[in-house]
């Protein structure tokens, strides 16, 4: 009777194990929601007090979770939008492209507006930091190339309106 008792409960034990080992085995599906842009804002990049760039439609990132989040997780972006993001104080950034499915060209710019740094064609999903090189309070993402379409430099300026 105890023979027999051990051998139930030794089946029941390679059963418990089997489905528990069944189930840490199945794949269970991911899925991510794909994020539409949304326009609350206009920019133009200025050179000297001429005007370079037609305006570029924008959405802005002004808080903790939005500049966390930026343009991740997007499979494209039109020509003419990008993200501007807005922080608090003038500081040394760094970005980097984590999440990012799309090249980005990264544009550091000061508390004046004037653009003090550009990563150009940030290489998508690299976890590499992409420093500002000099403190900036703005920093805009616009898809990979367009600084060098849109001959944008070092020493530009920028000014937008937001439309939220």
């Known amino acids: 009777m105890i023979n027999f008792l051990f051998r139930v409960l030794l089946v029941l034990i390679f059963l418990c194990l089997t489905l528990i080992s069944c189930e840490s085995n199945t794949k269970k599906e991911v899925k991510t929601e794909t994020v539409s842009f949304k326009k609350e804002g206009e920019l133009s990049i200025y050179k ?12 802005i990132a002004d808080n903790e979770y939005e500049r966390q989040t930026g343009l991740m997780y997007r499979p494209s972006m039109k020509k003419d939008r990008g993200m501007l993001f807005i922080f608090e104080d003038e500081e040394p950034r760094y970005f980097y492209m984590k999440n990012t499915e799309i090249p980005l060209d990264i544009i550091y710019i000061d508390a004046d507006k004037k653009i003090v740094s550009l990563v150009k064609n940030a290489h998508p999903m690299n976890e590499a930091s992409l420093p500002s090189n000099f403190p900036a309070k703005y920093v805009l993402e616009l898809n990979g190339g367009m600084t060098d379409e849109l001959k944008i430099e070092k ?3 920028i000014n937008y309106k937001e439309t939220k």
């Open 48 to 59: 000297g007090d001429s005007l370079s760039v037609k305006k570029i439609d924008i959405e």
């Open 155 to 157: 020493g530009d300026r």
